[in-house]
């Protein structure tokens, strides 16, 4: 969320800003509004201080015991005025700040320009593609030769974008999120957590999914949301809290279920599970002070390309621009696998930096040097998706015969096995 402050400060900054983005000059309007809602609230404070005034009057005047009736109509008047606009302040911040969540974040300098994916930068590529001496098949074709992956029973209890893994795949997925987990706390200093599922509207709202992407969203009969990633309960642990500057950085990490409607993706990858409305993933958050967020941007990526390293897979870096960086997000890079039975990179981790952007819809601060509070930095991550490290293990070590190679850092977390073969 923005900074009306700040807009009324650099109104030529926040247009240009938020152009970057293809959004139209939004603070005339912005300004307008705030500016109504200040004036109320003067008006409301002189009311205030005529009714005190005329109190006096009226109560000397009773002690005089003079006529009060005019004063005491006068009276009578000023509060119905003061009852108008008690009832319309409330109204009018609200709308504000309604509209000041609707715009979004403001992107870092470097985050290059342009509409959309065909614009975003390669930073790196890591690894080497695999030459293989067959056609290499897509992840679900692998699945289904081997007998450990059913679309058809997921289909038949839950229906499409939804997958039944069993065996060995549903060890090797348990594999891969224990591995990330046992990395990321024993190596990168994350603290593993374990968050609801379940989360209410100001949590969605603190971290940006609500009310934009509701449709996005799954919304259970009493009013809850299932999360579409741990971001939004990790992060929402901060909310509307005032942190000592000594606990920062803090770093979270959880291996939790998303949930996804996935409503704008008709007809997208509806083969397999690359888009899927349920699916496990390890989550990245970091809260630090905000002179330190770049630099645990650059950290946190780097923990997510440790995971894709270790497990042999080739993958590029790519600093997203202006038209594909997320809404709440300030610069985001994605780390994107290989998929040989694809022939293309596909998208395994998101790390977004979002600045002070949910610190201040979620009222998230800490005590500076000064000893005055401030907002935090809030950043997220993927550590990495499970769903899409499964699938990146089953094209980039399948084998001829139909047989999966199970990468050697997973071996001790498969009780041994080292090469997975139909049921």
């Known amino acids: 969320m923005h900074d009306i402050k700040a807009i009324r400060e650099n109104s030529l900054r926040?247009?240009?800003?938020?152009?970057?983005?293809?959004?139209?000059?939004?603070?005339?309007?912005?300004?307008?509004?705030?500016?109504?809602?200040?004036?109320?609230?003067?008006?409301?404070?002189?009311?205030?201080?005529?009714?005190?005034?005329?109190?006096?009057?009226?109560?000397?005047?009773?002690?005089?015991?003079?006529?009060?009736?005019?004063?005491?109509?006068?009276?009578?008047?000023?509060?119905?005025?003061?009852?108008?606009?008690?009832?319309?302040?409330?109204?009018?911040?609200?709308?504000?700040?309604?509209?000041?969540?609707?715009?979004?974040?403001?992107?870092?300098?470097?985050?290059?320009?342009?509409?959309?994916?065909?614009?975003?930068?390669?930073?790196?590529?890591?690894?080497?593609?695999?030459?293989?001496?067959?056609?290499?098949?897509?992840?679900?074709?692998?699945?289904?030769?081997?007998?450990?992956?059913?679309?058809?029973?997921?289909?038949?209890?839950?229906?499409?974008?939804?997958?039944?893994?069993?065996?060995?795949?549903?060890?090797?997925?348990?594999?891969?999120?224990?591995?990330?987990?046992?990395?990321?706390?024993?190596?990168?200093?994350?603290?593993?957590t374990i968050v609801p599922l379940l989360v209410n509207d100001a949590a969605m709202f603190g971290t940006g999914q609500l009310p934009k992407f509701a449709d996005d969203l799954f919304k259970t009969t009493d009013g809850r949301w299932l999360i579409p990633t741990a971001e939004v309960s990790l992060t929402n642990l901060v909310a509307n809290e005032i942190l000592p500057a000594e606990k920062l950085p803090m770093r979270l990490t959880a291996l939790t279920p998303s949930f996804r409607s996935e409503a704008g993706s008709a007809g997208r990858d509806v083969r397999g599970m690359l888009r899927q409305h349920q699916f496990y993933k390890v989550e990245l958050v970091s809260i630090t002070r905000p002179e330190a967020s770049a630099d645990e941007h650059e950290k946190m990526t780097r923990c997510a390309e440790v995971i894709l390293e270790r497990l042999e897979l080739p993958y590029r870096r790519m600093l997203l621009c202006a038209g594909d960086t997320g809404f709440s997000a300030a610069k985001t890079y994605d780390l994107e696998v290989w998929l040989p039975g694809q022939g293309m990179y596909r998208e395994i981790s998101s790390c977004s930096n979002t600045r002070a952007f949910q610190a201040r819809r979620m009222n998230a601060r800490f005590r500076n040097a000064e000893k005055k509070p401030e907002f935090v930095h809030t950043l997220n991550g993927s550590g990495v998706a499970v769903g899409r490290a499964l699938i990146a293990v089953l094209e980039n070590y399948q084998n001829e015969d139909g047989s999966v190679t199970v990468p050697e850092v997973l071996v001790p977390y498969m009780g041994g096995l080292t090469v997975i073969r139909a049921a």
């Open 14 to 192: 926040f247009d240009t800003a938020l152009g970057r983005r293809g959004v139209s000059p939004p603070s005339g309007h912005l300004i307008a509004e705030d500016e109504r809602r200040r004036i109320a609230i003067l008006d409301l404070q002189e009311l205030q201080t005529k009714r005190n005034s005329l109190s006096k009057r009226i109560g000397e005047a009773k002690r005089a015991q003079l006529d009060t009736s005019e004063m005491e109509a006068e009276g009578t008047a000023l509060r119905v005025q003061m009852e108008a606009l008690e009832a319309s302040v409330p109204q009018l911040e609200a709308n504000l700040r309604k509209d000041l969540a609707s715009y979004p974040n403001i992107l870092d300098a470097d985050v290059p320009d342009g509409r959309d994916e065909s614009f975003n930068k390669t930073e790196k590529t890591v690894g080497t593609l695999r030459n293989f001496a067959f056609t290499p098949k897509e992840h679900f074709e692998i699945g289904e030769k081997l007998g450990l992956m059913d679309f058809a029973a997921a289909a038949k209890i839950a229906g499409s974008r939804f997958t039944v893994l069993r065996g060995a795949l549903a060890r090797l997925e348990r594999a891969l999120g224990q591995f990330m987990l046992d990395t990321h706390t024993a190596e990168h200093g994350y603290t593993e």
